[in-house]
């Protein structure tokens, strides 16, 4: 088979998204998978807002919203504490700003999976390969060597090369284990948990959302699934009736014991496993690179773990693309690690949040309540749950003597939603932003300085022709006479309510991945260019 350029070792959700970002920007794609055939069960049901605005960036989230569950969020009761129905603690998620999808949204992992799939075969004719497993991986001066083993054609073993290699193969990651480095639990939590898919009836409370309850006997989760199951999570005293009984006991067990009312028809399949953090010692080694679960584990609390890895894979797209197509160079894949290290650690400190009130049995139940009761508690918790707040600060490139600009967004920042226009023809800040390259945003002030922001254009496309669109938001005095390919009129003021009202023309960068990378001033814009050279070289 002819060398591909990059070789995706796994076809869970980060591989799905890795194909498709790399295919999407003209790169060649080779991806297999041990198992004989994608998983018809579902593991992972939560999508998170920043995740479907990135399945909105790849023309994706129409297909998601036929196939998720809007969901509110999460309900906590607490067994033993005295306190109304009406007073029952919850975080909801609709109360999220600057984002269309302002709500916990409920989606088979299996049906997401099938969805990216499709969009893979839909777009850039192309379907994974399954049942073959990578025994091995070795590099080669420009190359990496993968040996895989065709089991559905009698073992036959292959060599197969590759400019990269991506381990998006999970927990348990053949890749990772071939580059050495520890992937162990070293702090924290550490709670065995149990799942299983269920058909039910009786269920007193509101499936819409996903309810916690929780005692010092242990916690239960119980949402409805899209279809016709529901899931019920299981740890404590609650798991342990599973060494006493059978799976349908146990879980009926549970419920009871909460007096939700639901009574278990018939049960589709469970598992148990332990829950950990780990954060890997290695993402990136020469031609190799990991990506998803097979660099970080956290608790299920608040259900990111697959979010995080869908978000990985975003990340790792663009920059490989830019370097395979010659743009930039190798260093620029370093920020993959030094960008989602930390959102691994942020990503576990937003599962805690939840975690330590619904699940750390350590804490006693009428003090894991008390912590609902924080004035701060809720925003934050779904702010760092959804990933709305999840940010690069600190690991971002600002070149040195920008001046920093007022307001809340900063370099690093996910850029919000802005609405523009709320009448036909609808527009959003986040439909401007929907293509692989990076986006120039110019916020024209009150005093339009239109020859400077016309010239740092000009200056712009014959450097770097179609990889940055350029792009004047302002109302329609300040960006009369650009055209309706060079501006868009913000007739309800969203882009000044995001970024602060100010006299200072501004000019930002925003990435591929819908990251704020650079924002100065006009007059400052000569700075601009040495951010540009950071991911593509001097100019």
């Known amino acids: 088979m002819k060398k591909k350029d990059v070789l995706i ?30 998983s018809g069960s579902t593991r992972a049901f939560t999508i998170h807002s920043r995740t479907m605005e990135m399945f909105d960036h790849m023309a994706v989230a129409p297909r ?29 998620f609709r109360r999220l700003k600057n984002t269309r999808f302002n709500y916990y949204g409920k989606v088979n992992q299996n049906d997401l999976e099938q969805a990216l ?41 292959e060599t197969a090369s590759s400019s ?23 702090e924290g939590y550490l709670t065995t948990m149990s799942m299983a898919d269920v058909a039910l009836h009786g269920y007193k409370g509101d499936d819409s959302w996903v309810n916690y309850y929780t005692s010092d006997q242990g916690f239960t989760l119980l949402t409805h699934l899209p279809g016709d199951m529901h899931r019920i999570y299981l740890t404590g005293e609650m798991q342990r009736k599973l060494e006493e009984t059978n799976v349908k006991e146990a879980y009926q067990w549970a419920l009871d014991f909460y007096n939700t009312g639901a009574i278990i028809d018939e049960v589709f399949w469970s598992s148990v496993w ?75 400190e937003g599962a805690n ?60 920042d996910r850029v919000p939603d802005a609405v523009l226009c ?17 986006t120039l945003v110019y916020l024209p002030a009150r005093d339009v300085d239109r020859l400077s922001y016309v010239s740092l254009v000009e200056r712009i496309r014959e450097l770097y022709r179609d990889r940055i669109k350029c792009i004047a938001i302002g109302n329609s005095r300040t960006v009369e006479g650009l055209g309706p390919e060079a501006a868009c009129v913000d007739r309800l003021g969203g882009m000044e309510a995001n970024f602060g009202v100010s006299d200072i023309d501004r000019v930002m960068v925003i ?28 100019a």
């Open 117 to 157: 799939r499709d969009h893979l075969l839909a777009q850039h004719s192309y379907e994974p390969e399954w049942n073959v497993e990578c025994a091995g991986i070795n590099e080669i001066k420009d190359s990496v060597e993968a040996t895989l083993i065709h089991h559905g054609d009698n073992g036959r073993a």
């Open 164 to 186: 990269w290699l991506i381990g998006a193969d999970g927990v348990h990651s053949v890749v990772r284990q071939a580059l050495g480095g520890t992937f162990e639990h070293k």
């Open 9 to 38: 070792v796994g076809a869970g959700p980060s591989g799905l998204i890795l194909a498709n970002e790399l295919l999407r920007r003209g790169i060649s794609v080779r991806q297999v998978d041990k198992r004989v055939t994608p």
């Open 274 to 348: 332990q829950i950990h953090k780990i954060i890997g010692e290695i993402y990136v080694k020469g031609k190799v690179i990991l990506c998803g679960d097979a660099t970080h584990v956290h608790s299920p609390a608040g259900g990111q773990g697959m979010n995080a890895c869908l978000q990985d894979g975003f990340n790792l797209g663009w920059k490989l693309a830019t370097v395979i197509r010659g743009e930039a160079s190798e260093r620029i894949l370093e920020t993959y690690e030094s960008e989602r290290k930390p959102i691994a650690e942020q990503v576990a």
């Open 64 to 92: 998601l919203t036929e196939l998720r569950e809007v969901c509110p969020g999460n309900r906590f009761h607490f067994k033993g504490v005295d306190f109304s129905e009406d007073e029952v603690p919850a975080t909801d």
């Open 511 to 538: 990435r591929p991945d819908l990251v704020v990378g650079y924002q100065s001033s006009l007059a400052e814009s000569e700075m601009l260019f040495d951010y540009l050279a950071s991911w593509f070289g001097p």
């Open 353 to 412: 949040r939840i975690h330590q009130i619904v699940i750390n049995h350590d804490i006693p139940v009428e003090k894991r309540f008390e912590l609902t009761q924080d004035p701060d508690w809720h925003d934050s918790s779904i702010y760092w749950i959804s990933g709305l707040a999840h940010t690069y600060r600190g690991n971002v490139y600002i070149p040195e003597g920008v001046t920093p600009l007022e307001g809340p967004i900063e370099s690093g």
């Open 422 to 438: 709320d009448k036909p023809p609808k527009q959003r800040l986040h439909d401007i932003l929907r293509h692989p390259g990076f």
